[in-house]
């Protein structure tokens, strides 16, 4: 008898023993379940787990699954196993509720003989109502095989198990069946994709999965990567907007103590079950578009980018950064346009409108447009759109923003910009008779230094020079809480008079520190001589 005979012997030995073990197996805890964890894609966190069945037999050790699930649907006996499972993940559930420990929902598999053999919604109503936890955390997976070979079966399942109040997810999406006609014909929360689909990676094999996740979202699905395996994984599915992602690279299945153990060692936190809907709001915005898109996340205080295409990304520099570094440049600086950004996030969150603002970056006119998707003990959520008129095609918007800039005349008297790797300052709008004149380029300390001789006066000469040091320009204005440096000098007026002027500095947001602004205008008690003797 050959190595194959062997095997297929054992198999026949193995699926004997399970057939008429299972009952005492079940008894005396052979059966375990084993949790894999499911990560929250635009946050990291832990949002949810998968439950699944392993047999450690006290005769035959370790059994995989397919040693155990065939024979017990081939026996018809299926239904018992799957019904011990939703016991024990309600158990698991409601004993780390009652202990105050971090809790996450679980999916829970099942098989068509099931619901052939048993009233699998009342094994779970039953259940949930035994160890009295919320509906929301058991998800109920089925597979598109069994749609196929019972459509009228599964209709009813699937609509019995939502109108109870229980997520359904398709589990296997894309596995040889025509998926996009049951995602037609029959309600589901999530599709579930196995990284299998990916394993070549190609382009081709890339562009399938993303117009998937697109289409689902469009259709109000959400969508899960089984499967993940590596960073790579990672970075493409959160790029597309895959709202979960599961697989080794987070974990493999492990008891539920050892679960939570592994998930505290790799230092990933837990969503509370509260801001479930929150981020799923967020997932739904999240997805692959030809349009700049970002979702970031509001406090009160901080920002926070859970998401940024790179259209997105193109539109503000032209190097790839990562989501990280796009976080730092644009929310994690000492910039005025912080300032800014805090006014415009305030008039959204207000409103709850599509809300349009203009500002410069980096020599750039940017209209950005944002509207509030959720909101929660005091976070916002925003959906956000860019567009850098410099080098948009629509010059006509283009002009008519530069106009309005223009009505910045009203606030200064001129607004300069330096240059201190060039040592250069050069007026961008207005002029005094303190300035260089205008479309002239100046040395910036020659500049500098004639207009102290000629019009600071001498009590403010050693305060000006140390307002205007360049070489610790760049930190002082860091450390200013206002993202600017201000402080009132005195200019000489007509005669032996002298007028209060006020100065401010700030950085020019993404010029690493070499470019700044340098805005002048008459204090409050100066109005009238405001515009007076500009030759």
Known sequence: MGKADNNAVNDRNIADYVVKNIDVAIEKGWVKVFYQPVIRTLTGQLCGAESLARWVDPVLGFLS?????????????????????????CSDISERLEKNLDTVSASVNFSKLDFENADMLRVVENAVAKYNIPRDYIHVEITESMIVSDAILMK?????????????????????????NHLKDYEFDT????????????????????????????????TLAEGVENEEQVEFLNSIGCGKLQGYYYGKPQPIEDFFDHIAEKG??????????????????????????????????????????????RQIVTRNYSLKEMDQLIYKTKSPLLKKYREYANIIEKTKNNESFYYTYDGNIICFQGKEIAELDGKHLIKGSIRNISIDNDFKKQTNVVNKLRELNHLFESVMIINIENDTIFPLIGRSKYDAPAGTEKVLQEHLNKLVESFIADVDRDKFYKFTEMTTLKSRIEASDKGYIENLFRFKGPGDTYIWKEMSIMMVPGSGGKEFLVCGKATADDVESLFSDNT
């Open 65 to 89: 699954p397919d040693k155990f699930i065939g024979p017990l649907e081939d026996s018809g006996q299926i239904h018992k196993l799957d019904s011990f499972i939703v016991e024990k993940v």
């Open 156 to 180: 009813k399942v699937i609509d019995g198990f939502r109108n109870a109040g229980f997520e359904v997810w398709m589990d296997d999406f894309g596995s040889g069946y025509s998926s996009l």
């Open 191 to 222: 599709i579930k994709m196995d990284m299998e689909f990916l394993a070549s990676f190609t382009d081709k094999s890339k562009a399938i999965m993303t117009s998937a996740i697109t289409m689902a979202k469009d259709i109000g699905i959400l």
């Open 268 to 313: 990933i936190t837990i969503e509370p079950r509260k801001w479930r809907q929150y981020y799923q709001a967020a997932s739904f915005y999240a997805k692959y578009t030809e349009e700049p898109l970002e979702i970031i996340e509001d406090d009160g205080k901080d920002f926070r980018t859970l998401f940024m295409n790179d259209a997105y990304k």
